[in-house]
């Protein structure tokens, strides 16, 4: 087989070395470089060759690029790079993986021409002040030959190995049979949908209940889709770790099947998760993992993709065995993998690192969603920048010098903004145009300062950088999927100040790229009802299929009591608070066991736990607290056993609320205290208004309030039928529970019965 691979790829490949160095170092624009190219091109003379199309072989592999520029009068080959700043801050790695390519292309070029030797030179353009930095070297044409054969051997022998992998993994996959006797009810009907989706190219949106296996469900059709529709990477996307820890669980009871099988699987996690030492920087002269991390790479690469299962525990233990960064380790291994599992942002995010390398690589990929009905308070968050004046005002103090006049340029235009604000809080119809030219202007004059002095900057500079090139960004992106908002600080000791937010509402136009440049998309959850919210919000194309998984539980399973006499509106809270301890105490008493009461605010869960504990001080109670941490979340849960008894009082949509498997008698029942509707206020009555605008009349209320609700009243109640064995009771407190337009967004096995307090 004869592979093709561009100079550049190939270099990046094979010709990387010295340290992994991640120090800022602002780079020129697109637009910069190539003005920059065209400006050095201008400069040469009238036979000077640009943009010069070259292209050789070698047994097995046809290489091919475009140089830069030739000058056949000098016999000289020029790479151009443009840059900013003092030349000798490029890092060495760069000027190697420089000098790779331009050797290359000599070679090429030698080949081409029968020329027996070149004069080959790196350009170093800089874009701020229009030098020149000129580095040549003379080379003989068997230098050059010497150097190509050994980066194409390298290549070759790496892109064999992978072959080879391909056609082994898709003949293993081609094998693959689910992993049990039978499916479960529902199970099997997902899955057939899920490989139809990924046969045909479409997108398809699954709402299947919790306890069906949804996860094993759509990884084991979307693996055996693989084969035949030349599949190059699925990557399985979640919001949260136990999502990822239920993938893995999954992919490991199909990889079981076969001894050594050669599915390659990657659990990528984020940086502060894999960093090994916190406290350094990621360079060389810092941190002793990133100290010749690409000379020690290729070990790791190979080591790690033979042993193909690659959890973050197996890729730490492999990165520190040849002493290289286990986070950096794992974006390499992205690149080779046949699953990544990891979060959302890795594939949605306005830099995404998995969206990027498929469009990099036009790689042919398979996306799988999880909890889906989390992707839209996501989206909107990776789509939403925010500026902190207080943040601001610290950060100026300590400001170099010459950025002091931007700077406070930029705080007088905030000042104005402050000035004409009407209220604490309030959304502007436009954008301040003078705010963002004067931060526009402020990003340009830090680049330039990072630039000229990139060493001993205080990280809050560093951070307000970072946050105002993303409001720039936004900023030239803002329409009505978005809306800009002021909010004062009125406990500030200084009351002019504010906080400015370019807040995302539909993050549609932004995601809508990420679903089409996907093969196959499969989103799943127990809430993705109704359907059109989702591909309103999310930016699904308008195929999208939609499908409503039958349940494995029968409706005798969980009784759900709709109690309709009785509000938990705010207004009518305190009246409210009597009703909910006497149902909750009368039931606990005619079946003693666990269960968990959900409450709109923490305010509202310890009015009630306050009431409850004077009333009823002999059934025992746990409680959610706003500052809980990790450990003490789990202690929360670990307080629900077989053999305990109690009422857990918690925040419907924090924690607890989703995401948690408490089976059998670890709970049998759950209060529900609230439609967990948004609070009524500023921000959510412009969504509103947004959401009719933008997608008809009626959807307004619906799609700022209600749905978003009712996903965290679905998901609550889900918490207690995991299992086909389970029984239990859900407490739906409220009477507009039995409302008929609410009743038709709860799932329909439930059967509610309406039952008065």
Same mark, same amino acid.
């Given at each position: 087989?004869?592979?093709?691979?561009?100079?550049?790829?190939?270099?990046?490949?094979?010709?990387?070395?010295?340290?992994?160095?991640?120090?800022?170092?602002?780079?020129?624009?697109?637009?910069?470089?190539?003005?920059?190219?065209?400006?050095?091109?201008?400069?040469?003379?009238?036979?000077?060759?640009?943009?010069?199309?070259?292209?050789?072989?070698?047994?097995?592999?046809?290489?091919?690029?475009?140089?830069?520029?030739?000058?056949?009068?000098?016999?000289?080959?020029?790479?151009?790079?443009?840059?900013?700043?003092?030349?000798?801050?490029?890092?060495?790695?760069?000027?190697?993986?420089?000098?790779?390519?331009?050797?290359?292309?000599?070679?090429?070029?030698?080949?081409?021409?029968?020329?027996?030797?070149?004069?080959?030179?790196?350009?170093?353009?800089?874009?701020?002040?229009?030098?020149?930095?000129?580095?040549?070297?003379?080379?003989?044409?068997?230098?050059?030959?010497?150097?190509?054969?050994?980066?194409?051997?390298?290549?070759?022998?790496?892109?064999?190995?992978?072959?080879?992998?391909?056609?082994?993994?898709?003949?293993?996959?081609?094998?693959?049979?689910?992993?049990?006797?039978?499916?479960?009810?529902?199970?099997?009907?997902?899955?057939?949908?899920?490989?139809?989706?990924?046969?045909?190219?479409?997108?398809?949106?699954?709402?299947?209940?919790?306890?069906?296996?949804?996860?094993?469900?759509?990884?084991?059709?979307?693996?055996?889709?693989?084969?035949?529709?030349?599949?190059?990477?699925?990557?399985?996307?979640?919001?949260?770790?136990?999502?990822?820890? $239920?993938?893995? *669980?999954?992919?490991?009871?199909? &990889? =079981?099947?076969?001894?050594?099988?050669?599915?390659? @699987? %990657? +659990?990528? #996690?984020?940086?502060?998760?894999?960093?090994?030492?916190?406290?350094?920087?990621?360079?060389?002269?810092?941190?002793?993992?990133?100290?010749?991390?690409?000379?020690?790479?290729?070990?790791?690469?190979?080591?790690?993709?033979?042993?193909?299962?690659?959890?973050?525990?197996?890729?730490?233990?492999?990165?520190?065995?040849?002493?290289?960064?286990?986070?950096?380790?794992?974006?390499?291994?992205?690149?080779?993998?046949?699953?990544?599992?990891?979060?959302?942002?890795?594939?949605?995010?306005?830099?995404?690192?998995?969206?990027?390398?498929?469009?990099?690589?036009?790689?042919?990929?398979?996306?799988?969603?999880?909890?889906?009905?989390?992707?839209?308070?996501?989206?909107?968050?990776?789509?939403?920048?925010? $500026?902190?004046? *207080?943040?601001?005002?610290?950060? &100026? =103090?300590?400001?170099?010098?010459?950025?002091?006049? @931007? %700077? +406070?340029? #930029?705080?007088?235009?905030?000042?104005?903004?402050?000035?004409?604000?009407?209220?604490?809080?309030?959304?502007?119809?436009?954008?301040?145009?003078?705010?963002?030219?004067?931060?526009?202007?402020?990003?340009?004059?830090?680049?330039?300062?990072?630039?000229?002095?990139?060493?001993?900057?205080?990280?809050?500079?560093?951070?307000?950088?970072?946050?105002?090139?993303?409001?720039?960004?936004?900023?030239?992106?803002?329409?009505?999927?978005?809306?800009?908002?002021?909010?004062?600080?009125?406990?500030?000791?200084?009351?002019?100040?504010?906080?400015?937010?370019?807040?995302?509402?539909?993050?549609?136009?932004?995601?809508?790229?990420?679903?089409?440049?996907?093969?196959?998309?499969?989103?799943?959850?127990?809430? $993705?009802?109704?359907?059109?919210?989702?591909?309103?919000?999310?930016?699904?194309?308008?195929?999208?299929?939609?499908?409503?998984?039958?349940?494995?539980?029968?409706?005798?399973?969980?009784?759900?009591?709709?109690?309709?006499?009785?509000?938990?509106?705010?207004?009518?809270?305190?009246?409210?608070?009597?009703?909910?301890?006497?149902?909750?105490?009368?039931?606990?008493?005619?079946?003693?066991?666990?269960?968990?009461?959900?409450?709109?605010?923490?305010?509202?869960?310890?009015?009630?736990?306050?009431?409850?504990?004077?009333?009823?001080?002999?059934?025992?109670?746990?409680?959610?607290?706003?500052?809980?941490?990790?450990?003490?979340?789990?202690?929360?849960?670990?307080?629900?056993?077989?053999?305990?008894?109690?009422?857990?009082?918690?925040?419907?949509?924090?924690?607890?609320?989703?995401?948690?498997?408490?089976?059998?008698?670890?709970?049998?029942?759950?209060?529900?205290?609230?439609?967990?509707?948004?609070?009524?206020?500023?921000?959510?009555?412009?969504?509103?208004?947004?959401?009719?605008?933008?997608?008809?009349?009626?959807?307004?209320?619906?799609?700022?309030?209600?749905?978003?609700?009712?996903?965290?009243?679905?998901?609550?109640?889900?918490?207690?039928?995991?299992?086909?064995?389970?029984?239990?009771?859900?407490?739906?407190?409220?009477?507009?529970?039995?409302?008929?337009?609410?009743?038709?967004?709860?799932?329909?096995?439930?059967?509610?019965?309406?039952?008065?307090?």
């Amino acid at each position: 087989m004869t592979y093709a691979v561009a100079v550049r790829a190939l270099c990046e490949f094979t010709a990387k070395e010295g340290d992994l160095d991640l120090r800022f170092t602002p780079s020129p624009t697109a637009q910069e470089g190539i003005a920059g190219h065209q400006t050095v091109v201008a400069r040469r003379g009238a036979d000077y060759q640009s943009e010069l199309p070259l292209v050789g072989t070698w047994p097995g592999l046809v290489v091919s690029g475009r140089a830069d520029g030739y000058d056949p009068e000098q016999n000289l080959l020029e790479e151009i790079k443009t840059h900013r700043g003092d030349v000798a801050r490029i890092p060495e790695n760069h000027r190697l993986l420089h000098w790779a390519q331009v050797k290359v292309y000599g070679w090429l070029l030698c080949q081409s021409e029968g020329l027996d030797e070149v004069e080959l030179a790196v350009v170093y353009f800089n874009v701020l002040t229009q030098k020149e930095t000129v580095f040549r070297e003379a080379f003989t044409a068997a230098q050059l030959q010497a150097f190509f054969a050994l980066q194409c051997g390298r290549f070759v022998a790496w892109a064999q190995q992978e072959e080879a992998h391909r056609e082994a993994r898709d003949a293993s996959l081609e094998r693959l049979t689910f992993p049990y006797a039978e499916f479960r009810r529902g199970q099997r009907q997902l899955a057939e949908a899920v490989y139809r989706a990924a046969r045909d190219g479409h997108t398809l949106m699954a709402q299947a209940t919790t306890g069906i296996g949804k996860t094993l469900a759509t990884l084991f059709p979307q693996l055996k889709a693989f084969p035949g529709q030349k599949l190059d990477r699925l990557f399985f996307l979640t919001a949260k770790t136990p999502g990822r820890r $239920l993938a893995l *669980d999954a992919l490991d009871s199909l &990889r =079981r099947q076969e001894a050594d099988m050669p599915l390659r @699987v %990657l +659990e990528h #996690v984020a940086r502060d998760k894999a960093c090994e030492h916190p406290d350094k920087s990621c360079h060389g002269e810092s941190c002793p993992l990133a100290q010749g991390f690409y000379d020690r790479l290729p070990a790791a690469r190979l080591a790690a993709l033979r042993q193909r299962w690659l959890t973050q525990a197996q890729v730490r233990e492999i990165a520190l065995a040849h002493q290289v960064c286990p986070y950096y380790l794992s974006q390499e291994l992205c690149r080779w993998v046949d699953v990544v599992v990891g979060d959302y942002n890795y594939y949605f995010d306005l830099s995404a690192l998995l969206y990027g390398l498929t469009l990099l690589n036009e790689w042919r990929v398979a996306v799988l969603v999880d909890e889906a009905h989390n992707l839209v308070e996501r989206a909107r968050s990776m789509y939403t920048a925010e $500026l902190d004046q *207080d943040v601001f005002h610290d950060m &100026r =103090r300590a400001a170099p010098a010459a950025l002091k006049g @931007v %700077l +406070e340029r #930029v705080n007088r235009h905030w000042n104005q903004l402050n000035r004409d604000q009407e209220a604490a809080y309030q959304i502007h119809p436009t954008l301040p145009d003078l705010f963002v030219m004067a931060l526009q202007k402020a990003v340009s004059a830090i680049t330039d300062h990072l630039t000229d002095q990139p060493n001993g900057n205080d990280r809050a500079l560093l951070q307000f950088y970072l946050d105002a090139m993303l409001f720039c960004r936004l900023a030239e992106a803002y329409g009505a999927h978005s809306l800009f908002d002021i909010s004062r600080h009125e406990s500030s000791m200084v009351r002019s100040r504010s906080t400015l937010c370019l807040r995302n509402v539909v993050p549609a136009p932004f995601l809508a790229s990420r679903f089409a440049d996907a093969h196959s998309t499969t989103l799943f959850s127990a809430t $993705l009802r109704p359907a059109n919210y989702y591909r309103d919000l999310l930016g699904l194309p308008e195929e999208t299929r939609w499908l409503e998984v039958e349940s494995p539980f029968a409706a005798e399973q969980l009784e759900v009591r709709i109690v309709r006499n009785l509000s938990t509106r705010y207004q009518h809270r305190d009246a409210s608070l009597a009703p909910i301890c006497r149902i909750m105490a009368e039931q606990y008493q005619a079946r003693p066991g666990n269960y968990l009461a959900f409450f709109s605010s923490y305010a509202y869960l310890q009015q009630v736990r306050e009431l409850f504990l004077t009333l009823h001080p002999q059934i025992p109670s746990s409680v959610q607290t706003r500052s809980m941490n990790e450990n003490e979340r789990q202690a929360f849960l670990d307080g629900f056993t077989d053999s305990s008894r109690g009422i857990g009082f918690a925040v419907l949509g924090g924690a607890f609320g989703e995401g948690i498997d408490l089976p059998g008698e670890r709970l049998i029942g759950a209060f529900i205290a609230t439609l967990g509707l948004p609070q009524v206020n500023e921000i959510n009555e412009e969504i509103k208004a947004r959401m009719q605008q933008m997608f008809g009349q009626g959807s307004g209320y619906d799609y700022a309030y209600l749905y978003p609700g009712l996903q965290k009243v679905v998901q609550a109640a889900g918490r207690v039928i995991r299992t086909t064995s389970d029984q239990g009771v859900v407490y739906l407190l409220d009477d507009r529970f039995g409302q008929a337009r609410v009743r038709e967004l709860l799932p329909g096995w439930w059967e509610a019965a309406l039952v008065k307090c």
